[in-house]
């Protein structure tokens, strides 16, 4: 989970003529909201019956927070095909024109880039490739990796 500079939680309460750099107070309040949020859904069983979690608060280069989380389901809810897996996870933009917000955010928050040869400034770019390995080639289904 990645704290976003333009969350409407944050943006709302930080008074006019700031930013968020100005009030981490307001940021770092948002952010433990949130977050505590999504932990509750995981608690709750949105992917399953969670066994434990573990996860990690760190900050960004713009001081923003994120959270690495390791989430692992009671042996009855692991997934043990591609094809579970397939349907738990989902990488396909929503619709533009029947969901225009959740479209916006997933093309500007969700989608790295723009680089490669029409971006040569980019700052992911050195030596003329981009140090993410992007553009990755299109998979049509999970892939797994035999060591889990």
Not at 20 to 39: N, T
Request: hydrophobic share 35%.
């Amino acid at each position: 989970m990645t704290c976003s500079p333009t969350w409407e939680e944050k943006m709302e309460k930080i008074p006019g003529g700031q930013t968020a750099q100005d009030r981490p107070d307001i940021v770092a309040r948002v952010w433990q909201l949130k977050f505590g949020a999504e932990l509750k859904d995981l608690d709750e069983g949105v992917l399953g019956h969670v066994h434990a979690r573990i996860y990690e608060v760190e900050f960004q280069k713009r001081g923003l927070p994120h959270a690495h989380i390791l989430v692992i389901l009671a042996e009855e809810d692991e997934p043990r095909t591609r094809q579970i897996i397939d349907n738990m996870v989902s990488a396909e933009l929503p619709d533009k024109e029947q969901n225009p917000l959740l479209y916006e955010t997933a093309t500007t928050c969700m989608i790295h880039g723009p680089c490669g040869a029409a971006y040569p400034n980019a700052v992911c770019i050195k030596a003329g490739k981009c140090t993410k390995g992007f553009p990755k080639p299109l998979s049509e289904v999970a892939k797994g990796n035999v060591a889990g």
